[in-house]
Every structure is written in C-alpha cells, then in structure tokens.
C-alpha cells in the first residue's frame, strides 16, 4: 500500500463553481457525490484520508443543508471526511507569518478607508447636485445613496477579504494542515496565499478530483 497521504479540505473543496462544471454537469449535489466518491475510494486503495476542522465540517454541512442535501450524501461525508480540530496551542507558526498577517491587515484597513472617504464624497457631491435641480429626496436616495451603498459594500469587500483570510475556518484549515503535514484543497485565493507561505503544499478544488482519479485508475 502507497505511504499514507493527508489532505485538509476547505468547504471550497466541494462547492467550486469549475469543480461543479467538471463533476457534476453544473449541480451541486451530484459534485459532491462523485467527489465523496472519489475520497471514499482513495482512502480504501491508496491509504489516502481527507480532513476538516470541526468548524469547517459544520460551515459545509450548513452550506449543504440549504441546497437540501439527501441523507446519503451526508452519511458519505460523515464517514469519509476525517473531522480533527487543530492543536492551536503547540501548532508552531513562525513569527514572521504573523508580522506579514498584521502588516497586510493594516494595509487593507487603509485602502478600506480610503474607499470609504471616496464613496462618501461621490455621494455627497452627486446629491448636492440633484438636490440643487429641485429632485425629490426620495429619487436622491434610489438613485444616488442606493447605488453609492451597493458600490462601496463591493468595493470594500473586494478590499478587506479578497486574498487573506477572513473567517474561523480558514484559519483552522490552514492550523491542521500544519499540524498534520498534509496537503490543503480549496478554491480561495486566501487560503491559497497564506498556504504558501506557510510551506504548505496547495492544491485547486477544481485539480484536486483529477488527481485523485489519475491515481485510481492505476490502482483499479
């Protein structure tokens, strides 16, 4: 039997807009079967397992939960996805990542506010505007605050999430993948970013199943 191989699933892993093409013609429920699938027969032939943190588990079977996913699907999960919580207490993770962490935290603040005092100013200006042409306040607000909103929610997500690392289970992902040696499978740009820099063997949802199933097909 091959040398065990451990890989630390983000939910990405499963609900990859490419992966779903690739797998699952577009659906999302038959994706992840195949992909359980695929997990299932990897760890029996190849002594190969798939992890997730606790609180990666729940944020996918929450995700799946509102796609109505069938019990048998979720049996599948709960039998082939190993759950393990990282130890965050002896994990070792070099001082330098956490400098690089804050030091990028601090410049996305930063364009965050700097967003922000442009959307402000846009919006003011082009209500001034309208106001001065007798425009009723009601239109003022579809027509300029509403869309002054919905730009600057986009344009501050963009900035302050896009390539870092923003929630609970990303972070746990990436602890465990440390912890284990294992390999990490997501779709985010995030966790992709600070996988690397960890030293962390990455791979995409969307080349993760294609591996396993080049694998398997020298073992079946």
């Not at 609180?55 to 996913?69: N, P, Q, V």
């Not at 972070?171 to 600070?194: N, P, R, S």
Request: glycine content about 4%.
């Amino acid at each position: 039997m091959p040398a065990k191989q451990r890989f630390v699933l983000d939910t990405t892993a499963f609900t990859d807009n490419q992966m779903r093409d690739d797998l699952g013609d577009g659906e999302l429920l038959k994706t992840v079967d195949v992909m359980l699938d695929y997990i299932a027969r990897s760890r029996i032939m190849l002594n190969m397992s798939c992890h997730m943190p606790p609180i990666t588990y729940k944020e996918f079977s929450d995700y799946m939960a509102r796609y109505e996913c069938p019990d048998e699907i979720m049996i599948k999960a709960e039998t082939w996805i190993v759950k393990k919580s990282p130890n965050r207490y002896d994990t070792k993770i070099p001082s330098e990542i956490f400098y690089e962490y804050v030091h990028d935290m601090r410049e996305r603040m930063n364009k965050g506010m700097r967003i922000s005092e442009s959307a402000v100013w846009e919006a003011a200006v082009e209500s001034m505007v309208m106001a001065s042409r007798g425009q009723k306040k009601t239109d003022i607000e579809v027509k300029i605050i509403g869309k002054a909103i919905k730009d600057f929610r986009k344009k501050y997500r963009a900035a302050l999430r896009k390539g870092t690392l923003d929630s609970a289970p990303d972070l746990d992902v990436l602890l465990l993948a440390k912890e284990l040696g294992a390999g990490v499978v997501a779709a985010d740009e995030g966790i992709k970013i600070w996988a690397e820099r960890l030293g962390l063997r990455f791979l995409s949802a969307k080349s993760f199943p294609k591996m396993l199933k080049e694998y398997l097909k020298f073992y079946e």
